[in-house]
């Protein structure tokens, strides 16, 4: 496998750019730089995912958790809990789209967004 881990973050205009993923996705790409980790964990934009009701959506992979990150503090939480520590956020996490996911605490926070 290439990259250890590999955050993809919709900054599709037709729902999740609402959001603005692209300053998720440049935060987490400038602060993988600074780590040095780019090499070995990515954060690319992508298109739409098929979870737009759940928007802003960012999955990371070989994982594939779904998440939901609206700010940086959660872009950084992601960063070093999950892509560096190999540990999902579960509060985080959207639920719906985790389906195999076990959670383990904090699932009134994780419903769908009203
Ligand atoms: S627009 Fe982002 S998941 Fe569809």
Redesign the pocket.
Known sequence: MRYKHHAFI????????QHE?EKIQKYLKSRLKELGLHKDIRANKS??????S????TVVYPDGIWYRLLTEADAERVLQQHLIGGKPVEDLMIQELNPSHTFQAHSESMSKPS
């Open positions: 919709c900054t599709n205009l037709s729902s999740c750019a993923p298109g739409c995912l098929d979870g737009c759940y928007s802003p959506v």
